[in-house]
C-alpha cells in the first residue's frame, strides 16, 4: 500500500492527557498537511510542512498542539492536556511539488475522542 | 479569508443528473478542489478547476467561474455508490504558495432508487 498512512486509526484518552498521532506521508511527497474534521463539516487546516520546515499554522492551533516534520518524512501531531473539544478527526494529507502539487492526497484518519 | 457556501443536502435519483454548487469569497484564489467522502473515510480528489469552465472527468464535471466566485459539480449516470459528502475546497495562493485548502461544509447527496 503506498497511500498515506496514520497510526493509530482510533485514540480515546481522558481529559487532561497527552496524545500523539502519526502521518506517513505517500515517499516521494515533499509537502504534508495536517487538518480537523467534526462530524458535519469540512476539514479545517490546522498546519503545513514542505520537507522539515513548518511553513504555515492555522490560528486554530493552541499552543497545545505542536506538530513535527524532523527528517522530512514522517510527522507527528501531539495534544498536550486533551480537552473534550479536541474529539475529532485527524487528517493527514500529502502532496507533491512536482508538477504544480494540485491534489492531496488524504489517509485514513485519525478518530480522537477525549471523555 | 475564506468563505465557501453549498448545500447541506441534495436528494437524486439512480441513473439521473445533479448539480451541486459551490459559492466562494476569497481574499486570494489559486484554485477550486472538489472531494468526495464517504462516511467514516477520507476524502478522495475528484476534480482540480484554476481557469474558467468545464473540466469533464468521466461521470463528473466541474465548472468554475471565477468572476462569479462560483463552481459547480456535475455528477452524470448517478449510482448508488454516489452517495456520499462533497466538498468544495478553496487554495488561496497567499500562503507562501503553500496549497492550503479551505473547505466548505459538504454536500451530503443521497442517490435513490
Known amino acids: 500500500d503506498t497511500g498515506v498512512s496514520q497510526d493509530p486509526r482510533h485514540k480515546i484518552t481522558k481529559r487532561g492527557q497527552n496524545v500523539t498521532f502519526r502521518c506517513d506521508p505517500i515517499s516521494e511527497h515533499n509537502r504534508l498537511y495536517w487538518y480537523r474534521q467534526t462530524l458535519g463539516q469540512g476539514p479545517e487546516f490546522l498546519t503545513y510542512?514542505?520537507?522539515?520546515?513548518?511553513?504555515?499554522k492555522s490560528r486554530l492551533l493552541s499552543d497545545r498542539f505542536s506538530a513535527e516534520r524532523p527528517k522530512g518524512s514522517f510527522s507527528t501531531l501531539e495534544i498536550q492536556r486533551t480537552e473534550q473539544g479536541d474529539s475529532a478527526m485527524y487528517l493527514c494529507?500529502?502532496?507533491?511539488?512536482?508538477?504544480?502539487?494540485?491534489?492531496?492526497?488524504f489517509g485514513p484518519g485519525t478518530r480522537l475522542t477525549v471523555t | 479569508g475564506q468563505n465557501i457556501d453549498q448545500p447541506t443536502e441534495m436528494t437524486a435519483t439512480e441513473g439521473a443528473i445533479v448539480q451541486i454548487n459551490c459559492t466562494y469569497q476569497?481574499?486570494?484564489?489559486?484554485?477550486l478542489f472538489w472531494y468526495q467522502q464517504h462516511a467514516g473515510e477520507a476524502p478522495t480528489f475528484l476534480s482540480y478547476n484554476v481557469l474558467d469552465g468545464l473540466e469533464e472527468k468521466g461521470r463528473f464535471s466541474s465548472f468554475l467561474s471565477r468572476s462569479k466566485g462560483y463552481s459547480y459539480l456535475l455528477l452524470k449516470e448517478l449510482q448508488m455508490k454516489d452517495s456520499a459528502s462533497y466538498l468544495c475546497a478553496v487554495r488561496d495562493g497567499l500562503t507562501g504558495g503553500g496549497n492550503k485548502l479551505t473547505f466548505g461544509t459538504g454536500t451530503q447527496l443521497k442517490v435513490e432508487l
Open positions: 510542512f514542505q520537507n522539515e520546515a513548518q511553513l504555515e
Open positions: 494529507a500529502s502532496s507533491s511539488l512536482a508538477g504544480g502539487g494540485n491534489e492531496q492526497y
Open positions: 476569497t481574499s486570494g484564489f489559486n484554485g
